[in-house]
């Protein structure tokens, strides 16, 4: 991600449901309410009134991920329901970092956390309408925390926390229970989170907080805060966090989070993993991640069920996923790479770039000029075993460099057919594949 708003004309593509109730009804469908303080009173409010509302990202790393996405959407879908949205980046709380599940974060330097602010900040600012009666705001929470003394920190606000009740949260008991434990400095997280609601209650009449249901005990820290500060009931939805109709955890590929910057993670593996959506998961990632409704979704859960074989499901919802994050064009190059690689398009029409992400998880090998002779690169690359395996290959006419055929023992690479002058994609068979790479020395 580039930094730039997702564009205009995406924005004004997203609508949501008019055949819900309410946007709290639609919520609810779309599986988006885990947890919530008063539902009723919730749901009254989101259909009377226009509530200034804020989730709250902190930067503990270089970018957002899905698990944030899911905030970011429904932080759009409120938006469009005509709430007014406070993006609050954590310019004061990431220097401290949220407990997490099993041992205490690494703390950043002021520095990092101050380059990460500011690209946390684009990333959010790309999917809210920033015009208009409901237009988006941005917040840091260094603005008000910095200028906070310890004494005033412990008098003001110190003093309405009990820490019998801030131990009972869920992650602090984990922690409390473990052998790592837990540093005052993790365990005053809570308190942190909870002067954000106060504060942005006071200076901008925020009333509802949103954030994952991981969060929950740091989100009733602010409704609790501010009724005792305020005496001003206000609310807090925990959406669910999102797993795989399996049990495992969702938004995660080799191990690694799906972060929405492309260079932390390609706009083709960003594609990819979409695309590897069990079928049993179509339905609920649409209701999640795109604006469809449920007639639309309706409609597509019946293709995966009577033609899972065609994937519409899951080719549907890594362009419209891919195309919200990293824009139309960044998604039809990464089609194109797709078809391209498996012999339905031209691999010499691809950017660097996308050939690069897109060969990523074949094997590679890296050649000198002089060992082009295909006996050479297919033994190099692991396509053959051996060199005499290799000659039976090229003998039966089973290689192919950059989807043409090549046939004889003595066929070799020329330089003209080297993509962007250095790379070759090869062929064995039908499936094994493989990228040679030319490198002087």
């Not at 009666?133 to 008000?144: K, P, R, S, T």
């Not at 994937?311 to 890594?318: C, F, N, P, V, W």
């Amino acid at each position: 991600m580039n930094g730039e708003r997702v564009s205009t004309s995406i924005l004004e593509t997203q609508h949501n449901d008019d055949s819900f109730e309410n946007i709290w009804q639609e919520l609810k469908w779309r599986g988006l309410v885990h947890v919530s303080t008063d539902e009723a009173a919730l749901e009254k409010a989101l259909s009377e009134e226009s509530v200034n509302f804020y989730i709250g990202y902190d930067p503990t790393a270089a970018s957002l991920h899905l698990g944030h996405l899911v905030q970011l959407l429904t932080m759009r879908r409120l938006q469009l329901a005509g709430h007014n949205p406070f993006g609050l980046v954590g310019g004061a709380t990431g220097l401290i970092g949220d407990p997490r599940q099993t041992s205490e974060r690494v703390l950043n330097s002021r520095d990092v956390v101050e380059g990460w602010v500011e690209k946390l900040r684009g990333q959010i600012e790309r999917f809210l309408d920033f015009k208009g009666d409901h237009a988006a705001q941005m917040v840091n929470n260094l603005e008000w925390t910095s200028e906070l003394s310890a004494i005033d920190f412990l008098r003001e606000i110190g003093k309405n926390f009990r820490v019998g009740t801030m131990v009972k949260k869920e992650i602090v008991a984990k922690r409390l229970n473990s052998d790592e434990g837990i540093s005052y400095t993790e365990f005053s997280y809570q308190i942190l989170q909870g002067n954000d609601y106060l504060e942005l209650n006071r200076r901008y009449g925020v009333t509802m907080q949103c954030g994952g249901s991981d969060q929950w005990g740091n989100l009733t820290s602010g409704t609790e805060l501010v009724r005792k500060v305020e005496g001003a009931h206000v609310h807090a939805l925990g959406t669910p966090l999102i797993t795989n109709s399996d049990g495992t955890k969702f938004g995660k590929s080799e191990g690694n989070a799906i972060w929405l910057d492309p260079q932390m993670c390609t706009p083709y593996a960003f594609y990819q993993f979409w695309l590897n959506t069990a079928d049993a998961d179509v339905a609920d990632r649409f209701k999640v991640f795109t604006f469809k409704t449920r007639d639309e979704i309706a409609e597509i859960q019946k293709s995966v069920e009577e033609e899972p074989y065609k994937r519409l499901g899951q080719k549907t919802l890594a362009y419209e996923v891919t195309a919200l994050v990293h824009g139309v064009e960044a998604t039809e190059k990464v089609i194109a790479a797709s078809e391209a690689l498996f012999g339905k398009g031209q691999l010499a029409d691809l950017d660097e770039d996308t050939l690069v992400a897109a060969t990523a998880e074949l094997p590679h090998a890296v050649v000198t000029p002089d060992q082009l002779d295909m006996i050479t690169v297919l033994t190099e690359t692991g396509l053959s075993e051996s060199k005499s395996a290799a000659r039976r290959t090229l003998k039966e006419g089973g290689a192919s460099v950059n989807n043409v055929k090549v046939q004889g023992e003595d066929s070799a690479i020329a330089a003209p057919e080297l993509l962007h002058g250095k790379y070759a994609v090869v062929r064995r068979g039908k499936k094994n594949m493989a990228v040679v790479e030319v490198r002087n020395s």
